[in-house]
């Protein structure tokens, strides 16, 4: 039997950080990978601070193996908006894609999710992705990517096409 695809989650939130607001996209973005059968190692909350993601990418990637880190939070056009940057600055190879496949997806519902900055790419033999900070587009994005992740692990780990 093959193992179990293991994901880390990360809230990028300063009001959910700071507990003023509650985590629901990191909340649903878990249920969803345990829903589909990954197995969820981390699921964590930062404010908007790139050294802080990517401490905590680095983190998931190099200290716990994550398969897939997903990020939700910081990815639209507010001066706050850093995810993209944060995750930019530590993945070796980019996976355009992804979030092509993702907006496209998301075009088809709301005009808006053109907006979305959200990048992916690989750090080590792992996958990370940004998706968009609330909870109907945290969990619409992941859908729209969910089919593609176990053959996109199944590479990484030096699997054939």
Do not use: W
């Not at 959910?16 to 345990?34: P, Q």
């Not at 600055?89 to 005009?111: C, D, Q, W």
Request: glycine share 12%; proline share 4%.
């Amino acid at each position: 039997m093959a193992e179990k695809i293991t994901v880390a989650v990360l809230t990028v939130s300063t009001s959910a950080f700071a507990g003023t607001r509650k985590d629901k996209s990191g909340s649903a973005l878990c249920k969803l990978c345990g829903g589909k059968g990954f197995s969820v190692i981390a699921h964590d909350i930062v404010d908007d601070s790139k050294v802080r993601i990517m401490r905590k990418l680095k983190f998931y990637t190099d200290k716990q193996g994550a398969d897939i880190v997903l990020t939700t939070g910081g990815t639209g056009f507010g001066p706050a908006d850093i995810t993209p940057e944060a995750t930019d600055a530590v993945i070796e190879r980019i996976a355009p894609g992804i979030p092509e496949l993702i907006r496209m997806s998301g075009f088809k519902k709301t005009k808006t999710s053109a907006l979305s900055r959200g990048i992916a790419g690989i750090r080590k033999k792992s996958l990370i992705i940004n998706l968009p900070g609330s909870p109907k587009g945290a969990e619409e994005s992941f859908e729209a990517a969910a089919d593609l992740l176990p053959h996109a692990v199944k590479m990484l780990n030096g699997g054939g096409h």
